[in-house]
């Protein structure tokens, strides 16, 4: 029995789906599944208001497809899928970092070096909603600064299922410091006013970032069929 989701008016249809989003991703809804807005409304034990809006922005992050004569229809999300949505973030995210170079104010640039040092105190302790958190605050801050706001809300979109991985899947000490390095190297190059060494920076921090969550799907997917192949 699931339980209900206790909510205001105002988060309502956010924690929907993000709640949506976490059994997409752990396969409580199974790629090709027909979502029906009165089922999940049921099963959350909530208005099927905020269940059709929650079903409209998964539809935009891509882990649901909306196809005529069937409605909502839960995505295959395998590596082809993760690669697409880092290459989409790599992209979007160089070229706003780019531009927010012409445009970056010192305010602004306070904020990115404090969220960058949230992220590395949030990391000392592996705390991964703190690390989630600040990492959300640290690109944020960037990315609104590029100037292209159609740009922004797609990254927005194409990160939130890998922000929802990342805190399933957890990160590694190492993972970590790479992160607090690369997030280094990009308020430098801000501060330094280089575009191209910004846009590069955040292409390789987001490069590196797919590795390594594709390393732990990996490794993952090997767990069932090393215990099949244990038990053939």
């Known amino acids: 029995m699931n339980a209900p989701l206790t909510v205001s008016t105002d988060t309502a ?22 979502l029906k807005i009165v089922e999940i409304a049921a099963r959350y034990g909530i208005s099927p208001i905020p269940v059709r809006e929650a079903m409209r922005l998964l539809a935009g992050e891509g882990l649901i497809e909306m196809i005529a004569h069937r409605g909502a229809v839960v995505r295959q999300v395998d590596r082809n899928f993760v690669i697409d949505m880092y290459d989409i973030r790599a992209a979007l995210e160089g070229m706003l970092a780019e531009r927010a170079i012409a445009v970056m104010r010192p305010a602004t640039m306070k904020l990115i070096r404090a969220a960058a040092a949230d992220y590395a105190k949030a990391a000392s302790k592996l705390k991964m909603r703190a690390l989630s958190d600040a990492n959300a605050a640290f690109h944020g801050e960037i990315n609104e600064s590029g100037n292209n706001p159609e740009a922004a809300r797609m990254v927005v979109g194409s990160t939130a299922m890998i922000r929802a991985m990342r805190q399933r ?6 993972r970590a410091a790479i992160n607090i390095a690369q997030h280094a190297a990009i308020v430098a190059a801000l501060e330094a006013k280089d575009a191209g060494a910004a846009a590069a920076a955040v292409r390789i921090h987001c490069i590196t970032g797919r590795d390594d969550l594709l390393a732990h799907w990996d490794a993952e997917a090997d767990v069932p069929r090393r215990k099949a192949s244990a038990g053939s």
């Open 169 to 174: 899947i957890g990160m590694s000490p190492e």
């Open 13 to 34: 249809t956010e924690r929907v789906r993000d709640r949506m989003r976490s059994e997409i991703l752990d396969g409580a809804f199974q790629p090709g599944a027909r």
